[in-house]
């Protein structure tokens, strides 16, 4: 197991650090990690995190008053960019997302790494 693909298991949830029964803190490892890196870069706002304002997704392209004007190629293409945000994807293989009101966006994704595996996951943000 590669100890450098290892990180604390944040609860897709709750969005709160997850802990097991005995109360230890849950790591997570290998492509699982970057599933949940993925997952948290598209559930954050570019600019929002105060240490580096280009990660996130550039939601602001794509919601609120913009979205009378939205081209259908635009969706895409912002999830595109945050999920590559993420240097161990090198391809994606299937993208889908779709506004669902004013205010939430569902996206599902399926993406080969580095290592050749494929990670897939639903986001809703």
């Not at 790591?27 to 280009?54: A, H, M, N, P, Y």
Request: glycine share 4%; with cysteine.
């Amino acid at each position: 197991m590669d100890n450098r693909n290892m990180t604390l298991n944040i609860n897709s949830e709750t969005r709160d650090l997850s802990f097991d029964e005995e109360g230890i803190l849950e790591l997570i490892f290998e492509d699982i990690t970057t599933t949940q890196c993925v997952r948290l870069t598209l559930q954050t706002w570019k600019g929002e995190f105060f240490l580096d304002e280009s990660h996130g997704t550039d939601y602001d392209r794509i919601m609120g008053r913009h979205r009378r004007e939205l081209d259908n190629d635009l969706l895409p293409e912002v999830f595109r960019e945050a999920i590559f945000q993420e240097t161990d994807v090198v391809q994606i293989d299937h993208l889908s997302a779709e506004l669902n009101d004013k205010r939430h966006v569902t996206a599902n994704f399926s993406a080969r790494l580095l290592s050749g595996r494929v990670i897939s996951s639903e986001v809703n943000a």
